[in-house]
């Protein structure tokens, strides 16, 4: 098992528990060398076979705090027919809830277990879709409070 997160850091079973920066440094430095090509060609290349991918995140502030499982059966009664012109074609309960477009841009909604934050990630072909992939996040937040 492997996974990694948007700081940075890289995680492997039966290892150290929290993020790893310095070995996901020192993995990209062998697939480089071992490639013969500079990252930037290497993403590229990546970017040719999949596909543009945008990505960000917002956390919003809430009035109050939110419980995950009231927050989850929300989203989901209240799951949309299309979210920037694009068709809902699934809905994942992992860890909050994952819209998941037509087109494989997503939207994923989920209270904080700290504070009073909905974090909202979105991921999109275009920057457009992002923007409304999030504007629909920041409509959810304010229905919520």
Request: charged content about 25%.
């Amino acid at each position: 098992m492997i996974g990694g997160e948007e700081s940075g850091g890289i995680s492997f079973k039966k290892h150290i528990l929290e993020g790893d920066g310095p070995i996901m440094g020192l993995l990209l430095v062998e697939m480089i060398a071992k490639a013969g090509k500079t990252l930037h060609g290497m993403v590229d290349e990546l970017l040719a076979d999949v596909g543009p991918a945008f990505y960000e995140r917002t956390d919003l502030r809430l009035s109050r705090p939110v419980a995950k499982k009231e927050m989850t059966d929300f989203l989901t009664r209240q799951t949309p027919a299309e979210i920037g012109g694009e068709k809902v074609a699934e809905v994942s309960q992992r860890d909050g809830v994952k819209y998941i477009m037509a087109d494989d841009s997503w939207l994923l909604i989920r209270p904080s277990g700290t504070e009073p934050v909905l974090r909202v990630y979105a991921e999109g072909r275009t920057q457009a879709m992002v923007k409304s992939l999030l504007g629909y996040g920041e409509q959810v937040a304010e229905s919520v409070v």
